[in-house]
């Protein structure tokens, strides 16, 4: 038997270790005689009394059987239950559940990273531009939070701190008045999707979204069997015209419509008061709840803040979501949730079910963020850069392809729509594609519609990660693509 001593853990654990994989993985069969302790000992160089530890602690286990007089041998009785662990390769294969399956087949999850080639002048939404200061920020507010850090179980709606500065956050930012009692942590807007979902979705009933709509709401509320509805957007948001009037013209009710009023995701109009009203009153009509899903409202380039739909809203119907996803990263996965008064039990319950709550540290540290000062910094740095690249992006647009592109969107957030008319959403395909061999990620909006398709060619064109110069020297290079190409 080749025993190597791994350094991981003390001695007698790593010569017990070894021996107990030789005996799990059939080098050493039941029956067979373990080597003596002290030639053993003198092979590995280490004290006697190491080995015996090491056999004492397999013996007690019932991996040997150590009769006096007979050696020590590997358990008989392990005869046969070794082959059945470890013949057949693979595991026996699960029956999903209906969600799992629907995970399987929809593969909600976007690839990470690794092979994905590294493009020069990569346009991709989603991801948020980060700077050293903010980062050495985020290290010393967890080095703050890690002094005395949270025990016992958090509080499922959240760190009280957090929720505190939340409430200022959104009070200034958005002139939202929220109780920090009905704001709820959780690990970012997927898990509000869901939570919400969960809450008062049975199978089959209505949901109404925009189309073309955020993939990661379409998928939270398919998956758990609601029957989407996705409604048509102009450049003013969701038509609310076309909200469905009649509940019985469907075998279940509507009970939820989700919305991006401030920035409709992904074409970018802003919902007018007048929609914005109108879409309470059906609310209230049919009894229905509506998610105000408000990704990206930190970074507002032009006009002011805008209110917010639950600020209008006196019927309280309004869940309101907000993320830390787009004004800090996604891997720190928090978001949180206003919730009506009703909500917050109900809602404490699922949290608690699911998860007991969103890690204390990383809250805490979120916390430390705000009251330190830094967060404003950051969001201030990262708004005025924001301006700059989206300034670059729509300028370099017009220089290279004049008016016979139109630019959706571009007012808020970190990213727009680039659209020609003239064009045929077909096109997008061949453009994506020499594009990336050439060094430029540019992305097709397709994905992001439900039951119909982009009538002619859109491009999805995320601009946090570039420096305006990068972006002037992509769509340059893209223009001449394009004008080989058409
Ligand atoms: C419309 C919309 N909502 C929310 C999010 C953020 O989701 P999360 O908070 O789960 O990271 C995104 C991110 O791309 C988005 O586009």
Redesign the pocket.
Known sequence: MFIRLDGEGPIYRQIYRQVRDAILAGQLPPGSRLPATRPLARKLGVARITVIQAYEQLDAEGYLDSRRGAGTRVAAALEGLLEARFTGHDAPIPRLSSLARYAADNRPGRPVGRNTPILDWDFQ??RPAVSREMLSDWRRSLRQAAISPRIGYPDPMGEPDLRESLAAHLREHRGLLADPARIMVV???????DLIGRCILNPGDGVVLEEP??Q??RHAFSAIGARLLGLPVDGDGLRTATLPDDPGHYEAPIKLACV?PSHQ??LGGVLPVSRRLALLQWASRQDAWIIE?D??SDYRHEGGTLQSLYSLDRSRRVIY?G????VLF?GL?L?YLVLPSTWVEPMRQLKWLNDRGSPALEQRALAELFRSGAFRRHLERNARQLSERREALVAALREHFGQAVEILGARAGMHLVARWPDHPPEQSTALIQTAAKHGIGIYATSPYYLHSHPTSLELLLGYATLEPEQIREGIKRLKKLWSVLH
């Open positions: 939404y989603g690990s970012g807007t997927q898990q509000a999707l709509q955020y990661g709401t991006t995701f992904p899903d990704y990206d979501i993320t830390f996803s787009k996604p996965r978001g």
